[in-house]
């Protein structure tokens, strides 16, 4: 069968890359292809379609109007052709196979330490492959089949895809050791009233909820966002200001901070809900059922 008889796959994998990465060295090594064997197949691409789909320029590429029409397709496409596969091999074996999760930084590195055993006996075929991301582009990359299934703080925005509450984690308070509210055992979240809490910077779940906290005690929040956890961990106990932990940061290996104490307030503490979201047309549906009832069981 002749090129202009039929529209590869793969040609439209090279098209995406090439979109991606903006350059042809870099396209052909994300999809293990020579430089030379790319160029060729989006060239016979273009005069099969009737139209360019690439600027070439000295350094670097750019997409045409049409190319990025086609890229957008291209990829639903891609990702069509990902589910089929992916249907059939749970046709074979549903907890088996691939299972690609993305998690918020304020979750992963803490929840991975207490779930990862227990998963790994209870679904001993399931190949965990987890990546990090803030909730934003974490559910976007749920939404176009980049992800299986995204474990966040709930609610989100999180329209068109099924979620499941899986549990509550509630918030502790971070403090300089030689704070004056260091000798209490547990807290109300008036004791902040005038505090200088610390957050995280745009972007994370766990600023906005901070938040919410900082406006029914009266804290200040400091204009400094940090970038993890862990840098707000050092500068509480640097003594900069308070700040607000999720459970699972504050037990276990993380509990020991130099120059830090933590409180837990009194109930009802305020917490956050840790969910899971996937596509309602996934065909890794009981895979994400499995993974979701081992870490409800086993996260507190």
Same mark, same amino acid.
């Given at each position: ?89 749970? /046709?074979?074996? =549903? ?7 993305? %998690? ?26 987890? #990546?990090? #991301? ?16 995204? !474990? !966040?703080?709930? =609610? ?8 499941? /509450? ?11 050791? #030689? #704070? ?14 005038? +505090?200088? %809490?610390? %957050? %995280?910077?745009?972007?994370?779940? !766990? ?12 804290? +200040? +929040? ?5 970038? /993890? ?12 200001? !308070? ?25 009802? /503490? ?31």
């Amino acid at each position: 069968m002749s090129y202009e008889q039929r529209l590869n796959l793969r040609d439209l994998q090279y098209l995406v890359a090439l979109a991606e990465t903006r350059h042809f060295g870099r396209a052909a090594r994300k999809c293990h292809a020579s430089q030379p064997t790319l160029s060729a197949q989006l060239k016979k691409l273009e005069e099969y379609l009737g139209v360019t789909l690439i600027e070439r320029r000295p350094r670097d590429v750019a997409l045409t109007a049409a190319g990025t029409a086609v890229v957008e397709r291209a990829r639903r496409m891609l990702r069509d052709a990902e589910d089929i596969r992916a249907l059939a091999r749970a /046709s074979q074996d =549903p907890l088996g196979g691939q299972l690609k999760i993305g %998690l918020i930084p304020t979750l992963g590195p803490y929840l991975l330490p207490r779930v990862a055993p227990r998963l790994q006996r209870a679904l001993p075929k399931l190949q965990l492959l987890l #990546h990090e #991301h803030q909730t934003e582009p974490l559910i976007a990359r749920v939404r176009d089949g980049e992800l299986d299934l995204a !474990l !966040l703080a709930l =609610p989100a925005d999180t329209h068109g895809l099924e979620t499941r /509450s899986l549990f509550a984690e509630a918030f502790l308070v971070a403090m300089p050791e #030689h #704070h004056r509210l260091a000798a209490r055992r547990r807290l109300k979240p008036t004791d902040l009233a005038g +505090e200088k %809490l610390l %957050l %995280l910077e745009d972007g994370h779940c !766990l600023r906005d909820q901070a938040l919410e906290v900082c406006r029914r005690a009266g804290t +200040e +929040e400091q204009d400094f966002g940090a970038t /993890s956890l862990e840098t707000l961990r050092q500068m509480v106990a640097a003594g900069l200001g !308070l700040t607000l932990l999720p459970r699972l940061s504050a037990e276990g290996p993380f509990a020991a901070a130099r120059g830090l104490v933590v409180r837990p307030f009194a109930p009802p /503490s305020p917490s956050r809900v840790i969910g899971a979201a996937w596509r309602r047309s996934t065909t890794r549906g009981e895979a994400i059922a499995a993974v979701c009832d081992v870490i409800s069981r086993t996260a507190l």
